[in-house]
């Protein structure tokens, strides 16, 4: 089973510039999380605190009982290997074909033979659908190659918690879909705990089972999907509407005399509200374990959930039933 990640009043400054202060949330074992937040608000800083990588000044992040922003090295060093990471710019070594980057981690912190590493190697380069490219180098091959390459790297030591900066940057619409994909049938055959910063509205709306948002230094919201995508908070609609009009402008904020100026704009006639289908495993794979356990959590909480929350629940549960029928009389 996947490992809960437990975040605890964290807060980050670089000199004088805060970053970010009194972040707390709870990755919940086996589901899929992902963070939102424009550009600059410290979502990368965020992912590399997580694996002590950057130390916050404030706060606690739980892994398996292990305090990561306190540790010592060692200890780090141990609990990094439950980390799967796919940093922002894929982080390859630019003088190691893609193979031997892929291999890495198996060669460093493991005693498998090369015969083991190939087929392990082989297994995660195909689904990425990177065949082919293992003798070439990283500047040989393309960003998007670069971001699956890193993926490959990420998985091979089959992490029980995988963190994923903006995995869609770079890919055409059709591999940040099959990526989406991907990560999703991942969840279903390993249940791991998964986090993926993203810019992606769609995947952001498709993937994860919890949504965060961070803006002007703060969480704003963090929790199951059901709630942040029928939130009213103004933050959340902008950003997974990618409007221009609200609260998020070019340098972040935006002074109250714009946000009054905006109120009579119409938001726009492509707005998507609401509680929009999940993907699903492909067809074949496992049933997603941190599925159930979301759904359970969910019910548990389900009368301190907003009114509107609860609706849309209830009307997309009724509609994937009516499909489910449908589907078994055809
Ligand atoms: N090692 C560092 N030293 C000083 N400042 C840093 C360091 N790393 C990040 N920062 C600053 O922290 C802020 C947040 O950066 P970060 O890369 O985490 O943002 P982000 O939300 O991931 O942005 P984007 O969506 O554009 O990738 C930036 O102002 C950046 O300059």
């Not at 606690?60 to 940093?87: H, I, M, N, P, Y």
């Not at 990526?179 to 952001?204: K, Y």
């Amino acid at each position: 089973m996947g490992v809960e990640v437990r975040v605890e009043a964290l807060s980050k400054s670089f000199g004088r510039q805060n970053i970010w202060h009194n972040v707390s949330l709870t990755l919940p074992a086996g589901e899929i999380s992902a963070l939102l937040g424009p550009s600059g608000t410290g979502k990368s800083v965020f992912l590399k605190s997580l694996i002590g990588l950057i130390r916050p000044e404030g706060g606690r992040c739980l892994v398996d009982g292990v305090d990561t922003v306190s540790a010592d090295e060692k200890t780090l060093l141990r609990t990094r290997r439950q980390f799967g990471v796919l940093f922002q710019d894929g982080a390859l070594f630019g003088s190691l074909p893609v193979y031997d980057n892929v291999a890495f981690p198996l060669r460093e912190h493991t005693r498998k033979t090369e015969a083991e590493i190939r087929s392990i190697v082989m297994e995660k380069l195909a689904m990425v659908g990177l065949v082919g490219t293992e003798r070439k180098l990283p500047g040989e091959i393309s960003g998007g190659m670069r971001k699956r390459a890193g993926l490959a790297r990420a998985l091979v030591l089959d992490p029980e918690i995988i963190l994923c900066d903006e995995p869609d940057s770079g890919l055409d619409p059709v591999r940040t879909a099959l990526l989406g994909q991907l990560l999703m049938d991942l969840n279903a055959q390993t249940d791991a705990t998964i986090l993926v910063v993203t810019h992606n509205i769609s995947l952001a709306r498709t993937l994860p089972d919890n949504l965060g948002m961070l803006f002007r230094r703060e969480l704003v919201m963090f929790g199951p999907r059901e709630v942040l995508l029928t939130s009213d908070e103004p933050v959340i609609g902008q950003f997974l509407n990618g409007r221009r009009t609200g609260p998020i402008g070019m340098a972040e904020e935006k002074d109250q005399a714009l946000l009054d100026a905006e109120r009579h704009l119409d938001p726009g006639e492509d707005e998507v509200r609401g509680l929009v289908p999940q993907l699903e495993p492909t067809p074949g794979l496992p049933e997603r374990r941190g599925l159930a356990r979301h759904r359970h959590r969910l019910g548990e909480g389900w009368h301190t959930l907003p009114e509107h929350t609860r609706a849309a629940v209830t009307a997309a549960h009724e509609a994937e039933q009516a499909q489910r029928r449908t589907a078994a009389a055809s």
